[in-house]
């Protein structure tokens, strides 16, 4: 049971990690402490952060595990513990659309990232020092695999259903490769079964960028002096993929920042939306390690359902559920409606109940964290079919 | 006549310059020799590249001016001086769409670029050093006024037409807004009345890029030591702006790079669209100089033909010509479909006569670089009717 689960993280905790966080310690592979990597690289010893919310039911039977995008910790909405908002907090708690009342919700923090979940940041025992650039090649199916032993340790053995936003809704894809049998739903949102040549520059060159920061120092840098600088702009870079163009023109058009916030410095910020930018990217340097951000960006391009299978629609065809909800977004340039309906379409072919959801919202792929009208309903829907 | 004009350019002379290029130095403001900018700044002097095909009829009637993209030099097509193939060679030339049988075809250097004309690694007369930051603030109708003021100094008072793809066409949309009774046909590709804040993202990005480079220094770096690492990364930015994810996905789709093309380095290039925009940016660097990027691309953040007129309506309105041709790409992210269509509308709206062209054309941006079965018959049919 989750209550009873309360290692301590052997890790640096200052990035998002609350009293409302908990931890699993993994049982390893081959009867060793090991966690063995799709990859080949080995982890002597893995830790999942993750929060939850609700009641497990009696049967053990009405769990649901949330896989997060990139960027978000396993806070995923509030709770006693951690009163804050989460990431998600208008789809998750008592009523809405995922409903505590009636589901036990759990997301975890992705393996390899830096909100309390072994990654990167973490130290390696072996060494005593943060991994950096020793932390072993990650792809979406081991994120997809530390899931499912978190669940294990917690002694759920199956689940009503699987979900995952943008990166997490390829761990999603992964989980149901792996665990076809374990889940009975699947909601996958803004995901892909592999990324396009598009995304993949977009986020190589968002990783070029850190690399080409000299602090970045191939991975082993001081936590106390981070890449800042190529943080800053590789996020900017991201944010600019997460919207889209229309939601800007409506927000912004080209109004300029005010006279007194400027300094007077060449090429500096004059536009609200570099201020915007900006204002955001600095938010998350210094809440996120470099290192996590390299490491899930390329398990993302790394990323292909046809390695399970053959081609995208035979590794669709071995995802076994009784339905999924692949929901899309119209304007998203990340991870294009195209391959949703490709999701979609490979999973129909196969025979399975799949409602497919396409929304014109003007948010891009970051919809589903903001676009609470278009979003809730049809998730709402779902669980009440 | 354009054969006397022979000044030598007074600046470095390493990027792109070429026996076909031309130099003219133009006449000043108020009856000095100093170039007021539009922001107020001033150049002591101003020369301005060229280069030009075919022949000025006896009665100065078939010139034809083409304003560049960003990163094009006044090399548009081959010739006797310069056999090598320009960047338009498959629109300029004996018979070709640009017809130099009949048209004397001049193409400039834009003004703050780094292709012979006068721009901040030109050397500034007042301190023998190259302008660098002290390059004053240059505008799209600063860059329209040098064309201009150049055509006065080869004797050509009024112009058969002005074309201009990309930042071009914004040149050309400043010089119709600027000099509107001086020609009498405008073809703008791929431009815009004023950049919109997802384009104005892309670019501040590009630059603050390069900024970041320690190397920039503010922008007064050593010629022979530039931010080159800053300017590759930014190009590979702009190069991903520049095309479309659906030309890329054919070419491209998933496919590696060769096992010994790689260097077994952390994070190294995999994918065939990293190799792709690799090689190409790397083309670029030091072909290309780090402040005329910032200049030009500020340049066009900045253009706003509301500021003619009050409204982007009231400033088309300005635009006297015959006819206007404009020309889009429907997957054009940076100088979207819409904003080919408010050009052409708008003029349409204040009675002009318009031909619009949306192509279809799967090459984005670049789509009039290389796509040369959409763009020569329909350029090739406009100054045949």
Known sequence: MAENVKTLHPSRTHFGVTAATRYATLIGDYG??????????????????????????????????????????AHAASSVANPDPGWWEFMIGPGKAIDTDRFYVICVNA???CFGSTGPSSINPATGKPYGGDFPELTIEDMAKAGHHLLHELGIDHLHAVIGPSMGGMVALAYALQ????????????????ALPFTIAMRSLQREIIRCDPKWNEGYYDPDDEPQSGMLLARKLGLVSYRAAEEWHQRFDRARVKKERRKGEPFEIEFEVESYLDYNAHKFVGNFDANSYLYLSRAMDWFDVAEHGGSVNAGLARIHIKKAL?????TDILFPIEQQKEIAEGL???????????IDSINGHDAFLVDRDHFSPIITDFFAA
């Open 32 to 73: 060793t402490s090991d966690f063995v990597l799709r990859r080949g690289g080995r982890l002597p010893e893995v830790t999942m952060a993750y929060e939850s919310w609700g009641e497990l039911s009696p049967n053990n039977d009405n769990a649901i595990l949330i896989f997060t995008g990139l960027s978000a910790s």
């Open 326 to 330: 692949i929901i899309g977004v119209t």
């Open 348 to 358: 129909i072919k196969a025979g399975r109940n799949v409602e497919f959801q396409s």
């Open 111 to 113: 393996l390899g990232g």
């Open 179 to 194: 665990y076809p049998d374990e889940f009975d739903y699947l909601i996958s949102i803004s995901a892909a079964t592999r």
